[in-house]
C-alpha cells in the first residue's frame, strides 16, 4: 500500500514508518524541515513538505494515499486549545479527502481521555466530546462516510531506554525539586507501552482494523504513581515523598490535574482483535536504565 503518516519523523510515528516499510508499504510522510526530510529518508520513506496547518496538503496526500496514520501533533501544553483545534481540522480535512474511498485511517489519541472510572477503562468506553476526544469520535464515525476509520489510544508512559513519556517528565521534576514525589498514596495508576509494540499495534489496526473501532496501546495496565515515584528515588538518591493534594501544585505546576487520573486501561480486546502481544521491556526497566546513565541525569539537570 501507498500511506501517508503525519508524525512519522517522531518518537512513536519514527517506529511506525520503519515497521509499515519492514510490511513492504511505501511511506510517504509529512515533514517540516530539512531534518524531517533526512530522518524519513533514512527510514526509508519519502517526505512531503508542510504542517499540520497545511490543509490542502494533507488533503490531497490523503486522497493520493492507499491509506493515513495520523499521529501529528503539537504537544504544546501551554497552548492546549490551538493544539486541539489544529488537529481537528487536519483530521477533518483529512476525513473529507478519504470519503467514499473504504481506505483505512488510523486517528492517534490516548488513554487519558477515559479516566477514573474505579475499575480499567476498556475499548468500548467512550470518553467525554472535548479535547481530543472530538477527533478521535470523528475518525470513528467515519465509517459512516466510506472510510475505514479507527483510532489508537496510546498509553501517557509511551517508552523505551532514551524516553519515558510522563515518566521521564516525573524524572525531571525530582531533578527539579531535589525529591521524587507522588499525592496522597500515590496509588492512581497509569498504563505503559514500548514504543515498538505501539508501533506494531498502528501497523496491526492499519492492515486488520475494523472501521469504528478503538484500540487500547496498553501493555502494562496500570502502575501507580508512587511506584514510578520509588523508581525514580532509589535510582537518582533522591528522598521519596507523599505530598498533600494542597501541597501538589507546586511541586507538579500543570501537570497536577494528571498526576491524580486514575487511568488503568485494558489492552485485553484490542489483543485479541489484532493478534498484538507486546514483548518489549516494562516501564519501570526502561526508567531505571535511563536514570541509570549518567548523560541522561545531566540532560534533565540541564532542563
Known sequence: MKLFVTGGTGFIGSAVV?????????????????????VLAGLGATSLRGTLDDLTTLA?????????????????????????????????AMLAALAGSNK???????????TDL?????????APLTGRAVSESLARQSAQEGVRGMAVRLSPTVHDEHRQGFGTLLAGLAVQHGQAAYVGEGTTRWPSVHRLDAADLFVAALEHGEAGAVYNAAAE?????KAIATTIGQSLKLPITALTPADAEAYFGWFTNGIQQDNPTSSDWTQNALNWHPTHPGLLADLATFLNNPENVAHLTAH
Open 221 to 225: 495496565t496500570g502502575i501507580t504513581v
Open 60 to 92: 490531497e496526500a490523503a486522497q493520493q494515499a492507499d491509506g493515513v496514520l495520523h499521529l501529528g501533533y503539537n504537544n504544546d501544553f501551554n497552548h492546549y486549545d490551538e493544539a486541539v483545534a489544529q488537529d481537528l481540522a487536519a483530521v477533518k
Open 104 to 114: 483505512p485511517f488510523v486517528n492517534t489519541s490516548g488513554t487519558l481521555m477515559v
Open 118 to 126: 474505579g475499575r480499567s477503562a476498556t475499548e468500548q468506553d467512550t
Open 18 to 38: 520503519k515497521k509499515l516499510i519492514a510490511h513492504g508499504h511505501e511511506v510517504t510522510g509529512l515533514s517540516r524541515s530539512t531534518h524531517g526530510d533526512q
